[in-house]
């Protein structure tokens, strides 16, 4: 398996501009999970999907940001209008439901991520 | 609210030498525990984790230890070597319903092995 796919690597915009990240998930994963690394805040959940319906998206900042998940193999995350506190490097997770005593979920497996900038 | 917290942003060891990681969590129904490794401009990847019913689990040169009344957990590199440098991440799970794989990951601590 290719693992987690996220593209464009790269993302540079100007502030404003409607900006979308995307992802495709390990096939048979039915979790999908979308997280911003910073400085202060380490890896955030911004929101997590199960069998492509969103469960929590408490983590996600402002109505500027938003998610879907269309099918089982992909997701996007998008910003609009994008500000230049957005910049940051943006992951995409995903995991499967084992069910397993304590351990329910195997560990997220995650995508190379998205770094953006906004200008 | 933080509710994973790693504490120290950097660390630094020599080769060979042991290295320690530490985490802190708030919420007591976190009931499984991983630690995850980041290189630059590469994605996260498992390293270990451990369950509530445990308070160790090892894997070659990686241990983790649970203390689950203090809400602590640590991870020990013995010996360190320079391929371990990279960030930590510290994560944490609820298996209560609606939790379900949901995991909540610390600031990282940046770990530095001379030569």
């Known amino acids: 398996d290719a693992g987690v796919i996220q593209s464009p690597r790269h993302e540079v915009t100007e502030m404003g501009q409607e900006v979308t990240l995307r992802c495709k998930p390990i096939?048979?994963?039915?979790?999908l999970f979308w997280y911003r690394q910073t400085m202060m805040r380490g890896l955030e959940l911004l929101i997590y999907f199960n069998n492509n319906v969103p469960i929590d998206d408490s983590g996600m900042p402002e109505d500027r940001f938003s998610a879907k998940m269309p099918n089982a193999s992909f997701s996007t995350l998008k910003i609009q209008p994008s500000e230049p506190r957005d910049s940051a490097v943006y992951f995409c997770a995903s995991s499967y439901w084992v069910g397993r005593g304590v351990v329910m979920n195997t560990e997220a497996f995650f995508g190379q991520g998205t770094r953006l900038t906004v200008v | 609210d933080q509710q994973v917290k790693q504490n120290s942003p950097s660390l630094s060891v020599q080769e060979g030498r042991i290295s320690i990681l530490n985490c802190d969590y708030t919420?007591?129904?976190?009931?499984?525990f991983l630690w995850y490794k980041k290189y630059p401009a590469e994605g996260p990847t498992f390293l270990i984790s451990i369950s509530s019913i445990k308070d160790k689990n090892e894997d070659g040169r990686f241990t983790v230890f649970l203390n689950k009344s203090a809400k602590h957990l640590s991870l020990h590199i013995v010996p360190s070597q320079p391929g371990d440098s990279a960030v930590y991440f510290c994560?944490?799970?609820?298996?209560?319903?609606?939790?379900?794989?949901?995991?909540?990951f610390g600031q990282g601590t940046t770990l530095q092995v001379k030569p």
């Open positions: 994560a944490a799970s609820a298996s209560g319903s609606g939790n379900t794989g949901k995991l909540i």
């Open positions: 919420n007591s129904m976190f009931d499984y």
């Open positions: 096939s048979g994963h039915d979790y």
